[in-house]
């Protein structure tokens, strides 16, 4: 399976937007950037070797990602996440993914054939080696949607997209640990196989286990990456 089509990873030659893009994201998500620092696009651009449009384009789509915030003095900072509002809306996606499973478990209006595809894209990752890459979170989305959506209720996929949304730059570090990516395809699997074979309770019950898991990865992983960023900020304040 073609895995870039889905999550953005680039396969081509990547172009200075792009290459900005990775290299400044890559050093949000390892806690190189001092929390507080003020990233301003001229710095930026002498860090990074290139003109400083490709940096305002990177900086602008790492805003909208909600890695960055805006700075008070003008630019951009990087967000730092808030343990109670990481753990809530870890409480309001699992909610509104137990939720999908089990609405339409009575009457059986589920789309069958839809996620019978999304096994198959999922099957075709099975075994396969895949080193540990942040924008494998994009792939993970579009799994978690796609079986909220096959519930038949667009408006509870659409609330899940924004919650995953919110999450992402905390969820993007549950796949920069080792080991994360092939264990999440092998969970994804087994809800598949519980759903498809309408055992509800069952695909509930591996669904919060593999929510819970994330979250503690995700958790532990953004605790040091927050006690890395105060420690850089220590060592560098030339941002």
Not at 26 to 38: T, Y
Not at 166 to 191: C, K, N, Q, Y
Not at 215 to 226: I, N, Y
Request: hydrophobic residues 35%; glycine residues 6%; negative net charge.
């Amino acid at each position: 399976m073609d895995t870039s089509s889905r999550t953005g990873m680039y396969t081509g030659s990547p172009s200075a937007s792009s290459l900005a893009y990775q290299e400044l994201k890559a050093l949000l998500l390892l806690g190189d950037v001092p929390v507080g620092a003020r990233l301003r696009e001229e710095r930026l651009a002498e860090r990074l070797g290139m003109s400083r449009t490709p940096v305002r384009e990177s900086l602008l789509r790492l805003h909208a990602e909600h890695f960055l915030e805006r700075h008070p003095e003008g630019g951009y900072r990087a967000m730092v996440p808030s343990a109670q509002s990481m753990r809530e809306l870890y409480e309001v996606r699992r909610a509104l993914e137990v939720y999908a499973l089990r609405r339409t478990s009575s009457d059986g209006d589920r789309d069958y054939e839809g996620l019978e595809e999304l096994r198959e894209e999922w099957r075709a990752m099975e075994g396969g080696e895949i080193a540990q890459d942040a924008e494998f979170v994009h792939l993970d989305e579009d799994f978690h949607r796609r079986l909220a959506e096959s519930a038949g209720n667009s408006q509870l996929a659409e609330h899940l997209r924004q919650v995953n949304e919110r999450i992402r730059p905390v969820r993007s570090h549950d796949f920069m640990t080792i080991g994360r990516i092939a264990t999440t395809v092998e969970e994804h699997l087994g809800i598949l196989e519980a759903v498809l074979a309408i055992h509800t309770e069952k695909a509930v019950t591996l669904l919060e286990r593999h929510i819970g898991e994330s979250q503690t990865v995700v958790e532990q992983a953004v605790a040091k990456v927050l006690e890395r960023m105060l420690s850089v900020g220590e060592r560098d304040s030339s941002w």
